[in-house]
């Protein structure tokens, strides 16, 4: 286990104010709650972020989700438990987690589009781009889980 390295919230409060304001618009910007916490695993899954998967999955519990969705979501291709805007969620939140590797593809870019709205589409967009921001500091900074 690595050793923490700093607290991002003490070390800059202005920078950290500014990633909770980023936070709060996404959870109240209309996207299912549900929804989301898939799309902040699936990000900190690729990302390697234990702090964030830790809190992620015990939000997504708390809100109902099932054990089992949460077991799958690294499988989600091949589960059948994600509707089908779920699943165009997760694979745009995998081209934009991984866009040096995926350059965003059209194929992903209309699955997604065929299941939001411009304006959810933004907001889906801004929401992996603000989990992603997350994992970073969690990770850079080696933030810690908390235990259990």
């Given at each position: 286990?690595?050793?923490?390295?700093?607290?991002?919230?003490?070390?800059?409060?202005?920078?950290?104010?500014?990633?909770?304001?980023?936070?709060?618009f996404v959870e109240g910007c209309?996207?299912?709650?549900?929804?989301?916490e898939l799309v902040k695993m699936r990000a900190s899954q690729i990302n390697g972020c234990a702090y964030?998967?830790?809190?992620h999955a015990s939000d997504a519990r708390r809100q109902g989700e099932t054990e089992m969705r949460l077991y799958l979501l690294d499988a989600w291709r091949e589960s059948s438990l994600y509707s089908e805007r779920e699943r165009?969620?997760?694979?745009?939140?995998?081209?934009?987690?991984?866009?040096?590797e995926t350059h965003a593809p059209d194929a992903?870019?209309?699955?997604?589009?065929?299941?939001?709205s411009a304006e959810e589409q933004v907001n889906l967009t801004v929401a992996i781009n603000m989990i992603n921001s997350w994992n970073?500091?969690?990770?850079?900074f080696?933030?810690?889980h908390p235990k259990g």
């Amino acid at each position: 286990m690595a050793t923490a390295r700093l607290n991002a919230y003490t070390a800059a409060p202005q920078a950290m104010k500014a990633m909770v304001a980023l936070n709060d618009f996404v959870e109240g910007c209309g996207l299912e709650h549900s929804l989301l916490e898939l799309v902040k695993m699936r990000a900190s899954q690729i990302n390697g972020c234990a702090y964030c998967l830790h809190m992620h999955a015990s939000d997504a519990r708390r809100q109902g989700e099932t054990e089992m969705r949460l077991y799958l979501l690294d499988a989600w291709r091949e589960s059948s438990l994600y509707s089908e805007r779920e699943r165009a969620a997760l694979a745009w939140t995998e081209a934009l987690t991984r866009l040096s590797e995926t350059h965003a593809p059209d194929a992903d870019y209309e699955a997604m589009a065929r299941h939001f709205s411009a304006e959810e589409q933004v907001n889906l967009t801004v929401a992996i781009n603000m989990i992603n921001s997350w994992n970073r500091i969690a990770v850079g900074f080696r933030s810690q889980h908390p235990k259990g």
